[in-house]
């Protein structure tokens, strides 16, 4: 019985496994995240929240920045990535005459969307400290951390 048991979990592994590596994070996580980055562009253009003029923060043009590199810029070059890469394979193919050349150009656009996921995460990431100084500071002075000590 228990034989029986550990070879089902072994069956059950594995092609948990083969699946969720070979046909979902290899085939299908950079379409999503290219279909995501799309999705966030139309959104953007529906809300208009990359305008300036709409900017409540008290650091306009930083909120703005941010927002033009991290959610409009990376997304843009997602979006874009795939019809470019396409084309810029067929190019690649025709300038250097070899079937290898376009597989690996179109195998490297098909995952560019997963390369600029990650440098974008990264720079999220990268400003958490920079957000929460900005968080700190726009406190009124009687809810600051601040210990004072009068000797």
Do not use: C
């Not at 699946?19 to 950079?30: A, G």
């Not at 974008?120 to 406190?139: E, G, Y």
């Amino acid at each position: 019985m228990g034989e029986k048991k550990l070879t089902d979990q072994i069956i059950s592994a594995s092609i948990h496994f083969a699946y969720n590596f070979f046909i979902y994070f290899l085939l299908i996580v950079p379409f999503d995240l290219w279909k995501k980055a799309t999705i966030r562009l139309a959104n953007q253009k529906e809300n208009g929240t990359l305008n300036i003029g709409k900017s409540t923060s008290t650091w306009p043009f930083l909120s703005f920045m941010k927002a033009f590199i991290l959610e409009f810029l990376i997304d843009g070059i997602i979006f874009i990535s795939y019809p470019l890469g396409f084309i810029l394979a067929i190019k690649v193919g025709i300038e250097i005459k070899s079937a290898e050349a376009i597989f690996w150009a179109l195998v490297f656009a098909y995952y560019y969307p997963v390369i600029l996921s990650l440098f974008r995460d990264f720079m999220q990431l990268s400003i958490l400290p920079f957000k929460k100084f900005l968080s700190w500071v726009s406190k009124p002075a009687q809810y600051m951390d601040i210990e004072i000590k009068n000797k």
